[in-house]
């Protein structure tokens, strides 16, 4: 299997559960999270957070563009810009914004796919910007960015859960 048959078939799987798990979410709970804790992101802020959790980042892999100021790097970055506290974070002002951010994510990290190709995503090699000493192929970096669509696909499957709506592992494996 070459990266590009690997990624297609992460992809595929994974939006399509995150998208059946965000048409369970009742429109009243967006601002819901879970009791205890602090920095915790609200339904609504995890919704928005998982509707550009991989294709953007997969962007800027492939184009080197971070969307940072001009001479700014992520080492000049404080802690709460590299990682803001959840209350900062942008929420989806509707179930059915986020699913559509996300059939729009999904059509971005396939057409940087396309536009890699599999001999870039195998043999072009380069650092995530956060951890300069991380070098790997670009199709390793494009695999995290789903898994961290993955991710936050399973924290959605709990928080449904803690509000008591009915969800089962099908729902969260596909």
Known sequence: MNWTQLLV????INYSTTDGLMAKVPEDALSWKPPG??????????????????????QAFLTGDWGLSPGKTFDGLTDSERLPPAASLPSAASV???RRLLADDKELVL???????????????????????????LGYHFLRMVRHLDRHKSQLFYYLKLQGVPVSTPDLWG
């Open 9 to 12: 078939s992460e992809i595929e």
């Open 111 to 137: 057409k940087m796919i396309g536009m890699a190709g599999d001999h870039d995503l195998s043999t072009r090699t380069l650092a995530s910007p956060w951890k300069p000493s991380d070098v790997h192929p």
């Open 96 to 98: 059915a914004e986020a």
């Open 37 to 58: 804790g602090d920095n915790w992101m609200t339904t609504g802020q995890l919704l928005h957070h998982l509707s550009n959790a991989c294709g953007a980042a997969c």
